[in-house]
């Protein structure tokens, strides 16, 4: 079993950065891929971006794209997700989630609690 643990969080307002982190204890997460989604009021749960076990492979949904970095540091068992140049509509809880294979879809066999991220206009 893999724990996910998201922080981080929190309200910005808009154009400023909020750092997430999603932390992983009972395995280690270089086996993983990982992904961030998000689900805000009303909506359905929605990819944001994943990265592969290594690294070298990242994707992004168009919306957040020269907006948003995911990265990890296995050594700390640790996925990150850099947000800039936030908008209101980044507006929601935000969770992070591991799997063996890679995909943009919510096919992840792991998730987090999710944490909430409010952007003010």
């Not at 992904?35 to 076990?53: D, H, S, T």
């Not at 794209?65 to 990890?72: E, H, L, P």
Request: charged residues 15%.
């Amino acid at each position: 079993q893999v724990q996910l643990v998201e922080s981080g969080g929190g309200l910005v307002q808009a154009g400023g950065s909020l750092r997430l982190s999603c932390t992983a204890s009972g395995r280690t997460l270089s086996s993983y891929a990982m992904g961030w989604f998000r689900q805000a009021p009303g909506k359905e749960r929605e990819f944001v971006a994943a990265i592969n076990f290594s690294g070298e492979g990242i994707y992004y949904t168009d919306s957040v794209k020269g907006r948003f970095t995911i990265s990890r540091d296995n050594a700390k068992n640790t996925v990150y997700l850099q947000m800039n140049s936030l908008k209101p509509e980044d507006t929601a809880v935000y969770y992070c989630a591991a799997d063996f294979y890679l995909s943009t879809g919510s096919d992840y066999d792991y998730w987090g609690q999710g944490i909430q991220v409010t952007v003010s206009s």
